[in-house]
Nanobody, 123 residues
Framework: QVQLVESGGGLVQAEGSLRLSCAAS????????MGWFRQAPGKEREFVSG???????VYSDSVKGRFTISRDNAKNTVYLQMSTLKSEDTAVYYC?????????????????WGQGTQVTVSS
Protein backbone atom coordinates (compact mmCIF):
# COMPACT_ATOMS: atom_id res chain seq x y z
CA GLN A 1 0.00 0.00 0.00
CA VAL A 2 1.32 3.41 -0.98
CA GLN A 3 0.71 6.45 1.18
CA LEU A 4 0.97 9.94 -0.26
CA VAL A 5 1.16 13.07 1.86
CA GLU A 6 1.00 16.51 0.30
CA SER A 7 2.38 19.65 1.89
CA GLY A 8 3.25 23.22 0.98
CA GLY A 9 -0.18 24.64 0.34
CA GLY A 10 -1.33 27.92 1.78
CA LEU A 11 -2.48 31.44 1.07
CA VAL A 12 -0.54 33.47 -1.47
CA GLN A 13 -1.12 36.67 -3.35
CA ALA A 14 -1.67 36.70 -7.09
CA GLU A 15 1.60 36.59 -9.06
CA GLY A 16 3.23 34.81 -6.12
CA SER A 17 4.76 31.33 -5.92
CA LEU A 18 4.35 28.14 -3.93
CA ARG A 19 6.02 24.77 -4.02
CA LEU A 20 3.96 21.71 -3.24
CA SER A 21 5.56 18.49 -2.10
CA CYS A 22 4.19 14.98 -2.08
CA ALA A 23 6.03 12.41 0.00
CA ALA A 24 5.43 8.76 -0.79
CA SER A 25 5.90 5.75 1.43
CA UNK A 26 5.10 2.07 1.35
CA UNK A 27 5.95 1.33 -2.25
CA UNK A 28 8.53 1.57 -4.99
CA UNK A 29 8.34 5.27 -5.74
CA UNK A 30 10.77 5.23 -8.62
CA UNK A 31 8.58 2.78 -10.53
CA UNK A 32 5.47 4.97 -10.41
CA UNK A 33 4.27 7.70 -12.68
CA MET A 34 3.11 10.64 -10.59
CA GLY A 35 0.52 13.28 -11.15
CA TRP A 36 -0.96 16.41 -9.68
CA PHE A 37 -4.66 17.17 -9.89
CA ARG A 38 -6.75 19.94 -8.41
CA GLN A 39 -10.36 20.51 -7.50
CA ALA A 40 -11.95 23.90 -7.01
CA PRO A 41 -15.24 24.32 -5.15
CA GLY A 42 -18.16 23.24 -7.29
CA LYS A 43 -15.91 21.91 -10.04
CA GLU A 44 -14.68 18.52 -11.09
CA ARG A 45 -11.19 17.33 -10.33
CA GLU A 46 -8.87 18.33 -13.14
CA PHE A 47 -5.44 17.24 -14.30
CA VAL A 48 -2.62 19.68 -13.65
CA SER A 49 0.63 17.92 -14.41
CA GLY A 50 2.24 14.50 -14.66
CA UNK A 51 5.71 12.99 -14.66
CA UNK A 52 6.62 9.57 -15.92
CA UNK A 53 8.92 7.09 -14.30
CA UNK A 54 11.67 8.24 -16.65
CA UNK A 55 11.08 11.93 -15.97
CA UNK A 56 9.00 12.96 -18.96
CA UNK A 57 6.54 15.68 -18.06
CA VAL A 58 3.18 16.97 -19.23
CA TYR A 59 1.08 19.97 -18.23
CA SER A 60 -2.43 21.17 -18.71
CA ASP A 61 -2.75 24.19 -20.95
CA SER A 62 -3.91 26.31 -18.02
CA VAL A 63 -0.64 25.90 -16.12
CA LYS A 64 1.90 25.36 -18.89
CA GLY A 65 4.77 27.81 -18.55
CA ARG A 66 3.87 28.63 -14.94
CA PHE A 67 4.11 25.29 -13.12
CA THR A 68 6.97 22.80 -13.05
CA ILE A 69 6.73 19.22 -11.90
CA SER A 70 9.78 17.30 -10.75
CA ARG A 71 10.64 14.22 -8.77
CA ASP A 72 13.42 13.16 -6.43
CA ASN A 73 13.48 9.39 -6.32
CA ALA A 74 16.08 9.40 -3.55
CA LYS A 75 13.61 11.27 -1.35
CA ASN A 76 10.47 9.50 -2.64
CA THR A 77 9.02 12.93 -3.33
CA VAL A 78 7.37 14.70 -6.21
CA TYR A 79 7.16 18.48 -6.37
CA LEU A 80 5.00 21.04 -8.07
CA GLN A 81 6.59 24.45 -8.33
CA MET A 82 3.87 26.99 -9.01
CA SER A 83 4.69 30.49 -10.17
CA THR A 84 2.74 33.51 -11.36
CA LEU A 85 -0.26 32.20 -9.49
CA LYS A 86 -3.72 33.37 -10.42
CA SER A 87 -6.98 33.42 -8.49
CA GLU A 88 -8.26 30.63 -10.74
CA ASP A 89 -5.49 28.38 -9.41
CA THR A 90 -7.29 28.30 -6.06
CA ALA A 91 -8.16 24.69 -5.34
CA VAL A 92 -7.31 21.65 -3.31
CA TYR A 93 -4.30 20.04 -4.94
CA TYR A 94 -3.95 16.27 -4.92
CA CYS A 95 -0.95 14.10 -5.57
CA UNK A 96 -1.50 10.73 -7.24
CA UNK A 97 0.59 7.68 -8.11
CA UNK A 98 0.10 5.33 -11.03
CA UNK A 99 1.62 1.87 -11.13
CA UNK A 100 2.17 2.31 -14.85
CA UNK A 101 5.42 3.90 -16.02
CA UNK A 102 3.84 6.61 -18.15
CA UNK A 103 2.01 9.69 -16.97
CA UNK A 104 -1.74 9.99 -17.49
CA UNK A 105 -4.17 12.87 -17.70
CA UNK A 106 -7.08 10.73 -16.51
CA UNK A 107 -7.70 10.40 -12.79
CA UNK A 108 -8.93 6.82 -13.07
CA UNK A 109 -5.48 5.73 -14.26
CA UNK A 110 -3.98 6.54 -10.87
CA UNK A 111 -3.98 3.96 -8.13
CA UNK A 112 -3.15 5.98 -5.03
CA TRP A 113 -4.12 9.45 -3.87
CA GLY A 114 -3.11 11.84 -1.16
CA GLN A 115 -5.52 13.77 1.03
CA GLY A 116 -4.88 17.06 -0.70
CA THR A 117 -3.50 20.44 0.26
CA GLN A 118 -5.35 23.72 -0.07
CA VAL A 119 -3.95 26.47 -2.25
CA THR A 120 -5.66 29.83 -2.07
CA VAL A 121 -4.61 32.70 -4.31
CA SER A 122 -5.86 36.12 -3.34
CA SER A 123 -6.26 38.79 -5.97
Amino acid sequence: QVQLVESGGGLVQAEGSLRLSCAASGGFFSSYAMGWFRQAPGKEREFVSGISRSGLTVYSDSVKGRFTISRDNAKNTVYLQMSTLKSEDTAVYYCAASMTPQFHRIASMYDYWGQGTQVTVSS
